[in-house]
């Protein structure tokens, strides 16, 4: 972590009552504000001007702990010295006397939380490097970083390589897309990943990412003590938790009218993994049948608001601020398009450029007939780019030039040049906007229903290319009817027509998004569990009746754990393993 430079001035006082923990933790909350401030220095130079905006902002992202510290912070000259007033025990806890990793795991002090952690990543990060079993290939470099860094949290205070880490500062990540961070993918949800893993990073955490399925299965067995919580596609959670193997035998229960799979199911193979741990990053969130095809996808008969995680949408994260109690961790790409210059609306071409990688997109039902784009790229004062790729037997609207698949930079380059973009109509909710509207180049979108409306899930429903997009309105955003070729000309040419300036959405900026991403790191997991099952009569709620039979039935669940497996456990479990619900 990025930490700035400090100098050691006079302590202030910390209540002696905080516990070793909480003082780590405490201390990890300041390090992050320092390193937000830092960041938010390099990227607003205005901040060192507003200090006060600037710490009610900060008190708002804090812990109640760190709150109390914010406060005393003097309110001037955040960008000067930074006091040290983190209080670093320098003593062990009374439970870790004794630790030494260097020893046999059998001689670790019993109560010593640290030391198991220890032992944990020791054997994921042993195991990562012997590569024996089944894994993304190019996670692991990554995860072998990460996990030899995490190792340092748990030294014994008096190691010289001992670090000051959050209690639990890691992410198990078994979903596809937080893995293609590391390789660099542009899809949208690659690019909220990547947002989402820089701001966690910001924050103390740090991520692996373990898969396929089983893999990620396997350390979550491994690492319990260490992870701070597991992500993982809408998929992989259903099929955890309808697998008797995978999820804890405390908290397996059989969806509504489904077969009970744990009958016959020995003891020693039971799941470990607790059901509140297990958290879904999702692009799109549990949305109802009316506007979405989740009829289709997971057998919805009913309209109306539910969840693929049976403890509710409070476990499903999304990139939008979605209705119903689903969890939004914005992305931000504040700290990439800020970098960039941009063009005077004068120097610009008169040219609109095409948002559309494919072909095929053109075939697509829903879109504008072929014509309209025909008919736009004939207007003479009017010139229309486009780079995309054409695929066999889906050919180009006639008259439609492409230059070609560009790389990102280059793409960054021509959106920058042009008076307008222009979807097409795919694909759905694509952040190309965005970078868009921070480079000053507004965007054309279009609707497919005649009465679009947008209160509610309308606005994240199919009925338009970008809904949120749509939501910010003229003259930055331009809707257009998908069937009027009028409509389209006229919102480009008004686009075009009508310079802005640069424009992030206010819940698109760093500070907000740290925001939202430190409450969601703070949140009692377990303290939520609890009061869900309290208010369903005790029971662990039931996942909607069919979810189940229609993910396996389209093949998109994970085959059930093969019989005879034993979860993999550490040692230290196999006889202390106890779950509470
Ligand atoms: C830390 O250890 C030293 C030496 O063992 C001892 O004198 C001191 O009281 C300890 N401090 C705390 C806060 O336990
Ligand atoms: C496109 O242009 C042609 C030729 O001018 C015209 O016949 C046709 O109606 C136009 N299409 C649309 C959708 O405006
Ligand atoms: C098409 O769009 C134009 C411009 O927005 C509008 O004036 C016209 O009424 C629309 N046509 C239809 C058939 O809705």
């Not at 003097?74 to 630790?99: F, R």
């Not at 701070?228 to 035998?249: N, Y």
């Not at 095929?360 to 039902?365: D, I, Q, S």
Request: charged share 25%; hydrophobic share 35%; net charge negative.
């Amino acid at each position: 972590m990025p930490v700035p430079r400090w100098t050691r001035p006079p302590k202030i006082n910390i209540p002696i009552s905080r516990t070793y923990s909480q003082k780590r933790n405490l201390c990890f909350m300041v390090l992050a504000l320092f390193t937000i401030l830092f960041l938010l220095g390099l990227l607003h130079p205005t901040v060192q001007h507003g200090p006060l905006e600037h710490l009610d902002r900060l008190k708002e992202w804090s812990t109640d702990k760190a709150q109390n510290l914010v406060q005393v912070l003097p309110e001037e000259g955040w960008g000067g010295t930074v006091k040290d007033w983190l209080d670093i025990p320098h003593n062990e806890s009374g439970e870790c006397k004794g630790w030494d990793p260097k020893s046999l795991e059998e001689n670790d002090p019993v109560d010593c939380l640290k030391a198991r952690q220890y032992r944990q990543t020791m054997r994921v990060l042993e195991r990562e490097e012997k590569s024996e079993h089944d894994h993304w290939y190019f996670t692991k470099q990554h995860n072998i970083d990460t996990l030899r860094d995490l190792t340092f949290c748990f030294l014994p205070i008096t190691d010289a390589n001992w670090m000051p880490c959050h209690e639990k500062p890691l992410i198990v990540s078994g979903w596809w897309y937080t893995a293609e961070v590391i390789t660099g993918a542009t899809t949208g949800e690659v690019i909220w990943q990547g947002s989402v893993v820089k701001q966690l990073k910001m924050l103390g955490y740090s991520f692996i990412a373990v898969g396929p399925y089983v893999n990620w299965i396997e350390v979550a067995e491994m690492m319990p003590d260490v992870y701070h919580l597991l992500w993982s596609s809408d998929l992989d959670t259903v099929s955890c938790v309808t697998d008797p193997r995978c999820i804890a035998k405390e908290h397996y229960i059989p969806p509504e009218d489904a077969e009970d799979l744990s009958i016959g199911v020995p003891d020693e193979e039971r799941g470990v993994i607790p059901i509140w741990a297990l958290n879904i990053v999702d692009y799109w969130g549990a949305r109802p049948r009316e506007m979405s095809n989740n009829h289709y996808w997971w057998g919805l008969s009913e309209d109306g608001d539910w969840s693929y995680h049976p403890l509710g949408q409070e476990w499903i994260a999304t990139p939008w601020p979605l209705p119903g109690n689903h969890y939004h961790l914005p992305y931000t790409i504040e700290e990439y398009c800020m970098k960039m210059p941009i063009t005077p609306h004068e120097e610009r071409k008169d040219a609109a450029l095409l948002l559309a990688k494919r072909s095929a997109y053109f075939h697509y039902p829903y879109v504008s007939p072929a014509s309209f784009w025909t008919n736009l790229s004939q207007i003479p004062d009017l010139e229309l780019l486009s780079t995309v790729e054409e695929e066999e037997g889906k050919p180009l609207p006639e008259g439609l030039q492409t230059m070609g698949r560009q790389s990102r930079e280059d793409y960054e380059v021509l959106v920058g040049n042009v008076k307008a973009l222009v979807g097409m109509g795919a694909p759905p909710i694509s952040p190309s906007i965005y970078s868009s509207l921070c480079q000053a180049t507004p965007v054309v979108i279009p609707y497919f229903q005649e009465d679009y409306r947008m209160d509610g899930w309308w606005l994240y429903s199919s009925w338009s290319q970008h809904g949120p997009a749509i939501a910010i309105g003229e003259p930055y955003v331009y809707k257009y009817y998908a069937q009027n070729y009028t409509d389209l000309e006229h919102a480009v040419r008004r686009a075009m027509a009508t310079p802005i300036d640069r424009f992030i959405p206010e819940d698109m900026k760093l500070p907000y998004a740290l925001s939202q991403l430190s409450k969601y790191l703070s949140r009692d997991l377990k303290g939520m569990f609890d009061k869900v099952i309290l208010d369903n009569e005790g029971n662990i709620p039931r996942l909607k009746k069919g979810v189940q039979e229609r993910c396996y039935e389209l093949k998109r669940c994970r085959d059930p754990l093969t019989k005879g497996r034993v979860p993999s456990t550490p040692p230290d479990r196999v006889t202390r393993h106890v779950i509470e619900i």
